[in-house]
Structure formats: C-alpha cells, structure tokens
Nanobody, 127 residues
Framework: QVKLVESGGGLVQAGGSLRLSCAAS????????MGWFRQVPGKERESVAA????????YYADSVKGRFTISRDNAKSTVFLQMNSLKPEDTAVYYC????????????????????WGQGTQVTVSS
C-alpha cells in the first residue's frame, strides 16, 4: 500500500519555525519528484515547494522564497520542508505529494500532475 505520511505541523507564533516531514512507503520514491502543497478551506490548493528525484532541481512559490527550504533523504524515503520566518498567511493544511512520471532531474509545481498524496498536516501561525 502506497502511503505518504506528513508530520511536524502545529501552532507557532509569527516569526517562528517548523520542519515538516513526509515519510513515503509502499513503493520506491527515490526517483519521484516530490512536492509540498497547501490549502486553506474555501481556497484552491497552491504549490509551495517541489524537488526533483535527483534533488538538484527545486521550485519555490514566490511567497515562500527565502523562507522555506525543501530537501530529501532518499535513503530514508523522506522529504522535508523547513519553514522559517513564518507568517500568519502561511496558515494552512500542508500536503506532501509524489509525481512518479517526471524525469529524474525535473520538477513540477502543478498539483494535478502529482499522483500520490498524504493526508496533510495543519500549520497554524498566530500573529
């Protein structure tokens, strides 16, 4: 059974940091592009960051550039999202996703292209 399990969410004050983790199991994810997305009730899902299977290519939404860092540990089938200088507008449910169809060195920010999804973890940033 393919599973992506996010962890690390929680409540933090503005300016604080959180580190999200996404543990993958059930198949080999080491060559998949992986992404983090977020969604607020009533709004569209938006891309946050993505990383290629090789780890050499990354994408960041303009709203998080310079504050968030995506990384991966293929040996542990885990993807991370380090979030610093958090803002109240970062409050959302954060989802991890895998895109097995992308080439090893490329990355996509387009969420419909991702095939596997986790259940999400809530991040709340208080002002």
């Amino acid at each position: 059974q393919v599973k992506l399990v996010e962890s690390g969410g929680g409540l933090v004050q503005a300016g604080g940091s959180l580190r999200l983790s996404c543990a993958a199991s059930g198949r080999t994810f080491s060559r998949d592009a992986m992404g983090w997305f977020r969604q607020v009730p009533g709004k569209e899902r938006e891309s946050v960051a993505a990383i290629s299977g090789s780890g050499r290519s990354t994408y960041y939404a303009d709203s998080v550039k310079g504050r968030f860092t995506i990384s991966r540990d293929n040996a542990k089938s885990t993807v991370f999202l380090q979030m610093n200088s958090l803002k109240p507008e970062d409050t959302a449910v954060y989802y991890c996703a895998a895109d097995p169809t992308r080439s090893y060195y490329s990355v996509s920010y387009y969420w419909p292209e991702y095939d596997y999804w986790g259940q999400g973890t809530q991040v709340t940033v208080s002002s």
